[in-house]
Each structure stands twice: as C-alpha cells, then as structure tokens.
C-alpha cells in the first residue's frame, strides 16, 4: 500500500463522509420504510449500490491501492459514531463491500485492463468492483445471521428462496432459479454502480477543471 | 488501592488501554459466533459484567426503544414465524421451537450490540487515531476526523444543491438530476477539502509523522486477555 499524502487523507475522509451520510440518513430512511427483518434485498442494494458509486468515484481522485478500503473504514467508523448507535451489519457490509472493490480493482488489473495510464484500473475494472462490492449483500444474510442470531445455511436460504418467490413471482419449487437470479440481479446492479462511478469521477474531475 | 479501584477498569484511571477494549470486542465476536445456543447466557452475563466495570457507559443502549426494536421482534416473532407449530393459544398456533431459537437469536444480538457499545464508549475519537498510528495508519486519524467535521458542511451542501435543482424543475429528469446532484455535492465537497488541506499544511501536518504516544499494551490487557481466554474455553468446553 502506498503511503497516502496530506491530500489523499483529506479525499478519503471526503468520500467516507459522503457514503458515511448515505448510511446514516438514507439508510435510516430506508430502515424505517422497509423494516431490517423483513425486507434486506432491496435496502442492502441501494445502500450496497451508492457506497460503490461514492466509493469508485473516490478511487478517481486517490488512485491508489489500498485507497478504498481507508474510505469503508472511515465509513464503518462514522456509521459506528453516529447518532443511531452502533449497528454491526451494516458496519460489517460496508467493510467487506470496500474489500471486495479493491479485490475487483486488483482482478481488473488482469484480463479487464484496458487502459493506457499505468496501474490505473479501467472502466471494466470499476464494473466489476461495483460487481463485487454489491454481491456482498448477498452472502450478507448468510454471515450476519449465522453471527447474529446462530442461524444455518439453510435456514437463511429458504427464508432467502421464500422471499425471493414473493419478489419475482416465481414458484418455490424454483428454489435454485430463485437464487440465482436474486444474485445476478446484484451483480447486475453492482456492475451499473461501477460503470456509473467512472462517468460520474469524469464528471467531478470536469466541473472542477472548468471552475478552476 | 481501594477496593472501589481494584474492581474499576476504567481507560481514564490508567488499567485497561484501547486494546484491552479491542480484545475484548472479538473475544466476543469470536463466541457468538462459536458457541452453542444455551452457553450464550454465560456470555450475555459476561458482557454485562464487563459492561458494568468499566464504568456503565457502554450499557446506555439499553435505554434507547431503537435497541429494543431490534431485540424484542426476535424473541416476539420466533414462535409465530420459525419452527413447527405444536402449541395452540386461542387462535393464535405457536412453535416451542421457535421461542427458543427467538431467545437465542435475541440474546446473541444483545451480546454483540453492547460489546460494541462498551468498546466505542471508552474510545474517543483521538483515542481511536492513536490506536490505528499505532498500527500503522497514521492518517487515518486525521481522516476520520476530517470527515466527522465534514459532515455538517455536506449536509448544508446537500440541501443547497437540492432545492436549486428543485426550484428550476431539475426532477422533471430524475437521472439527469440525481447526477447533476452528485457531481455537485461532490464537486463541493472536494473545493472545500482543499481548504483542509491548506489549513493542515499551515500547521505543518505531515500524515507519515507521529503525533503523541503510541498506545502500549498495558498488563491489565494482557490480563484481561488471559482471563477472557480462559473464560471463553470454559464457555465452549466445560460440560453443563
């Protein structure tokens, strides 16, 4: 990990901020119009998918390793101080959300590198660590409730198949379909995150460049 | 020493430093994780004792309806919701089962929610910088407090640029406005970090220096590890 200037620091805790206050009002909004029991789907993607778009777009403006994963930890730390008292899974989400980007980053380094800077990740790279980051919120459930409330695999999964036949209006019976499509419609939405963030650091970088 | 003393572990009266706290909230994360249903009451008991000698703080949730909203519909939905039904109350069929991996559920989540509370009442925020200088990001700090100031600013921002695109109609396109949205929040928030930046360069801040002692294991941690280390096997393997 590179050693982070005055300025890279400030960034970081710019764009922590700014996923932090995500968290703590649009999540609190969204907790109370979709309670934490009953609805994690479509609050975790969300959330799950600005954290990616705030975070990738951060990673515009501190273009090194490591970068990320300092703005989840400022994140998690604000979320922990917050007004709303401590909450583990949502400080366990957005941790592992701002590792698995950089895992993307790193991964998109491979066959996804496209760009001409050197070392810098691409479009494609910022996708799939959207990707990832989002894809969390589906083994979210797994972990938080086997930590939580001691819940196994299982229990969680027909719970998660139950919902989901609710959702897409799928017969249980389709318990793998079921499945399948709640992640992949993570990915999907993750990887839009990603593509986003990449026009939308383009766009700040302009604005600031045009404003001097 | 009086007896008072001996038994409060308070960080201000110098026994546990912040990694005695640290250790303290995974050995709980560890247990809940580990053990099994019934030995969660030992943990549960464990970490309100703790909770009660290093002060009471971290035992404030308790006082706060959001805590009990997350407890209370665990143990009160279990026997409606998990398990087989076997149980007949007016017309209400209920699972034996299910009250119990309600409680259990219950009780894990009350362990784990003032662990952290205990852990992040006897951190302050300048605690918390040296405790990560000390591991080696030694801005992260300064990061953490950039950002806890600068969220008021991005809240004012916020607001700002969200009754401007308003008043000129800018939600007739919903996309067009929530990017037009971001990028100047963002925008903003990044002019005025360079403020920051100047202001820190003035006072000479340099993020690689370090500032104050670092946090040194004192041997209350190193007791308080041992003892929880023992604890937490006895927890796991002592038959009941």
């Given at each position: 990990m590179k050693t982070f200037t005055t300025r890279d620091w400030v960034y970081i805790a710019v764009f922590g901020a700014l996923w932090g206050?995500?968290?703590?009002?649009?999540?609190?909004?969204?907790?109370?119009?979709?309670?934490?029991?009953?609805?994690?789907?479509?609050?975790?993607?969300?959330?799950?998918?600005?954290?990616?778009?705030?975070?990738?777009?951060?990673?515009?403006?501190?273009?090194?390793?490591?970068?990320?994963?300092?703005?989840?930890?400022?994140?998690?730390?604000?979320?922990?101080?917050?007004?709303?008292?401590?909450?583990?899974?949502?400080?366990?989400?957005?941790?592992?959300?701002?590792?698995l980007i950089e895992a993307g980053l790193v991964l998109g380094f491979g066959p996804f590198r496209y760009s001409t800077q050197a070392r810098q990740p691409s479009r494609w790279a910022f996708a799939l660590a959207g990707a990832l980051a989002v894809s969390w919120n589906f083994f979210h459930k797994f972990v938080m409730m086997r930590l939580l409330y001691g819940q196994g695999f299982t229990e969680v999964a027909v719970k998660m198949v139950k919902d989901g036949s609710q959702l897409l209006g799928l017969d249980v019976r389709y318990s793998i379909a079921i499945l399948v499509v709640l992640f992949v419609i993570r990915l999907v939405v993750g990887a839009a995150a990603g593509w986003l963030a990449w026009d939308l650091g383009g766009a700040v970088r302009r604005r600031l460049a045009r404003e001097g | 020493m009086t007896r008072f003393e001996i038994w409060d572990l308070r960080l201000g009266n110098g026994e546990l430093s912040p990694w005695g706290?640290?250790?303290?909230?995974?050995?709980?994360?560890?247990?809940?994780?580990?053990?099994?249903?019934?030995?969660?009451?030992?943990?549960?008991?464990?970490?309100?004792?703790?909770?009660?000698?290093?002060?009471?703080?971290?035992?404030?949730?308790?006082?706060?309806?959001?805590?009990?909203?997350?407890?209370?519909p665990a143990l009160a939905l279990g026997?409606?919701?998990?398990?087989?039904?076997?149980?007949?109350?007016?017309?209400?069929?209920?699972?034996?089962?299910?009250?119990?991996?309600?409680?259990?559920?219950?009780?894990?989540?009350?362990?784990?929610?003032?662990?952290?509370?205990?852990?992040?009442?006897?951190?302050?925020v300048s605690e918390m910088a040296r405790l990560f200088e000390t591991v080696g990001l030694k801005g992260l700090g300064f990061a953490l407090g950039v950002a806890l100031n600068l969220?008021?600013?991005?809240?004012?921002?916020?607001?700002?640029?969200?009754?401007?695109?308003?008043?000129?109609?800018?939600?007739?396109?919903?996309?067009?406005?929530?990017?037009?949205?971001?990028?100047?929040?963002?925008?903003?928030?990044?002019?005025?970090?360079?403020?920051?930046?100047?202001?820190?360069?003035?006072?000479?801040?340099?993020?690689?220096?370090?500032?104050?002692?670092?946090?040194?294991?004192q041997r209350a941690d190193g007791l308080l590890a041992v003892a929880l280390l023992g604890l937490g096997c006895g927890f796991a393997f002592w038959p009941l």
């Open positions: 206050a995500v968290e703590i009002t649009l999540g609190a909004y969204l907790h109370v119009i979709f309670p934490p029991l009953t609805d994690t789907f479509l609050v975790g993607v969300i959330l799950a998918g600005l954290g990616a778009i705030i975070a990738l777009t951060g990673r515009h403006f501190v273009p090194h390793t490591g970068s990320v994963l300092m703005i989840g930890v400022v994140t998690a730390l604000l979320k922990a101080l917050s007004l709303g008292g401590v909450k583990i899974g949502p400080m366990v989400a957005i941790l592992a959300e701002s590792l | 706290y640290l250790v303290f909230l995974l050995w709980t994360l560890l247990l809940v994780g580990l053990l099994p249903d019934q030995r969660v009451t030992l943990l549960l008991g464990s970490v309100l004792l703790f909770a009660l000698l290093t002060g009471g703080g971290g035992l404030r949730p308790l006082r706060r309806p959001r805590f009990w909203t997350l407890i209370l026997p409606l919701l998990l398990g087989e039904k076997d149980l007949a109350w007016g017309w209400l069929r209920l699972s034996r089962a299910g009250f119990w991996m309600g409680l259990w559920m219950a009780l894990r989540a009350f362990c784990l929610t003032v662990a952290f509370s205990v852990a992040l009442n006897a951190l302050s969220l008021p600013t991005l809240q004012e921002t916020s607001e700002a640029t969200y009754h401007t695109l308003r008043l000129r109609g800018g939600f007739r396109r919903p996309w067009q406005a929530l990017k037009l949205f971001l990028v100047t929040v963002i925008a903003n928030a990044l002019r005025h970090s360079d403020d920051v930046v100047n202001a820190a360069a003035a006072r000479a801040f340099e993020p690689t220096l370090r500032r104050g002692e670092p946090v040194r294991f």
